[in-house]
T-cell receptor, first 116, second 113 residues
Framework: GAVVSQHPSRVICKSGTSVKIECRSLDFQATTMFWYRQFPKKSLMLMATSNEGSKATYEQGVEKDKFLINHASLTLSTLTVTSAHPEDSSFYIC????????????FGPGTRLTVL | KQEVTQIPAALSVPEGENLVLNCSFTDSAIYNLQWFRQDPGKGLTSLLLIQSSQREQTSGRLNASLDKSSGRSTLYIAASQPGDSATYLCAVRGRNAGNMLTFGGGTRLMVKP
């Protein structure tokens, strides 16, 4: 149990376009979802935390208007990279947790975004 | 602000060796510490989770220890195999940070046949 999926696994887009990445909890209800970004050979950096039905909380330095996060249901959160540029190319990973602040985060397989 | 450091950043060993990966954190007020494995271009696989009240956890050839007062954890891998080659990440959940994890930079392990 506790499977998290991401779609798409890979996406290549042109500069200036917007890309939406989906994160789904397949067999549990996720009250909180997290979005991370990972640069090559680097660790994960938390971008934002989203709670179902409320606005996401962004980490310092992350542009809210650039990275739009929606957590409209207990099983789905989306990250939209707006007006993507080559510097947005990265590996994006989401995680989800059940209710309770001490619960485990379950990670998705990640999405590789390449902006040409 | 919690900071997590992993040493070494990269490690190459011959098959069969026992090895130790190190993780240190600056704020000892934690709920738990978790070790993950990440294969190239893939997501994270949870290996071991140690609650703040625990000293160690074991799973197969893996053993993770936690010394909260000194802000350190080690991941011990016994009898390493080429299939163990991956990046190992440690992450800390702080008591003052809700459900947020702070990750270390990772150790890239290569086990040579």
């Amino acid at each position: 149990g506790a499977v998290v999926s991401q779609h798409p696994s890979r996406v290549i887009c042109k500069s200036g376009t917007s890309v939406k990445i989906e994160c789904r909890s397949l067999d549990f209800q996720a009250t909180t979802m997290f979005w991370y970004r990972q640069f090559p050979k680097k660790s994960l950096m938390l971008m934002a935390t989203s709670n179902e039905g409320s606005k996401a909380t962004y980490e310092q330095g992350v542009e809210k208007d650039k990275f739009l996060i929606n957590h409209a249901s207990l099983t789905l959160s989306t990250l939209t990279v707006t007006s993507a540029h080559p510097e947005d190319s990265s590996f994006y990973i989401c995680s989800a947790s059940r209710a309770g602040s001490t619960d485990t985060q379950y990670f998705g397989p990640g999405t590789r975004l390449t902006v040409l | 602000k919690q900071e997590v450091t992993q040493i070494p950043a990269a490690l190459s060993v011959p098959e069969g060796e026992n090895l130790v990966l190190n993780c240190s954190f600056t704020d000892s007020a934690i709920y738990n510490l978790q070790w993950f494995r990440q294969d190239p271009g893939k997501g994270l696989t949870s290996l071991l989770l140690i609650q703040s009240s625990q000293r160690e956890q074991t799973s197969g050839r893996l053993n993770a220890s936690l010394d909260k007062s000194s802000g350190r954890s080690t991941l011990y891998i016994a009898a390493s195999q080429p299939g163990d080659s991956a990046t190992y990440l440690c992450a800390v959940r702080g008591r003052n940070a809700g459900n947020m994890l702070t990750f270390g930079g990772g150790t890239r392990l290569m086990v040579k046949p």
